[in-house]
């Protein structure tokens, strides 16, 4: 069976605002913040939602319409369909009543709205969302397609970078650069109080905490 969309078809006036949503169901959401007026590559955030266990992706961002994309919302539809059935308990077409997508929405609403995760793709430059994303207390934060974006800088702010947990959760590279080899061009932040117990049990426990110290 293959994958395929079936986006509600609520009017806007049924349909309840992003804080809403959150305010009901932030602690089971993943929160992609800007994410564009066509949804594409979210590989990695469905990893995310698997890891975590979690139900509802949330998409935001200012644009008046946002809709997956007609090409290219999976970079692998075979494995995003295995995966969605695991989480949906056989039922990946379920992802689509729990994909919900709010246009017309600010980033900035969303200050003090808890979510369990929070992804950032192609931010635009001089955005800077740090102390909203803060105010949300997700788990963890991803942030892909590093190159001419701009970077959020989460340290200081109760986050830490994790290189483990990339390779925990088998998350793959985001179009990197060839000149580049072994670029992953993505960031995964953890909140420091989160699942520690990798750091904990590595060999490498003092190398980690240092990075930490000093990178993230």
């Known amino acids: 069976m293959s994958l395929m969309p ?3 078809s609520d009017s806007q006036d049924d349909k309840p605002s992003a804080v809403t949503f959150l305010g009901l169901q932030g602690r089971n959401s ?8 066509a949804l594409n590559r979210i590989d990695n955030h469905i990893r995310l939602m698997a890891a975590l266990n979690l139900t509802f ?9 946002a809709a997956p994309s007609p090409s290219g919302f999976f970079s ?22 729990a994909l919900k997508l709010f246009p017309n929405t600010w980033v900035e609403e969303l200050w003090g709205f808890h979510c ?17 994303i ?3 207390r997700p788990k963890l934060v991803l942030q892909e397609d590093l190159h001419g974006c701009e970077r959020q800088q989460l340290r200081g702010l109760g986050y830490i970078r994790s290189w483990l947990k990339v390779r925990r959760y088998d998350l793959q590279p985001f179009r990197p ?11 995964l932040w953890r909140r420091r109080d989160f699942d ?5 049990a590595s060999r490498w426990k003092p190398l980690y905490r240092l990075g930490e110290r000093f990178i993230g």
Request: hydrophobic letters at 40%; proline letters at 6%; a negative charge.
């Open 196 to 200: 520690d117990e990798e750091v904990q």
């Open 57 to 65: 992706y949330v998409g935001i961002d200012r644009v008046p319409e």
């Open 134 to 136: 803060a105010s949300m």
């Open 177 to 187: 650069w060839s000149i580049f080899p072994g670029e992953l061009n993505l960031i």
């Open 6 to 8: 079936q986006i509600s």
């Open 30 to 37: 993943i929160v992609s913040l800007g994410c564009g007026s």
């Open 76 to 97: 692998d539809p075979d494995e995003m369909e295995k995966l969605l059935a695991r989480i949906y308990r056989g039922d990946p077409q379920r992802f689509w009543r």
């Open 116 to 132: 369990a995760a929070v992804v950032c793709q192609r931010v635009e430059p001089d955005c800077r969302w740090e102390e909203v």
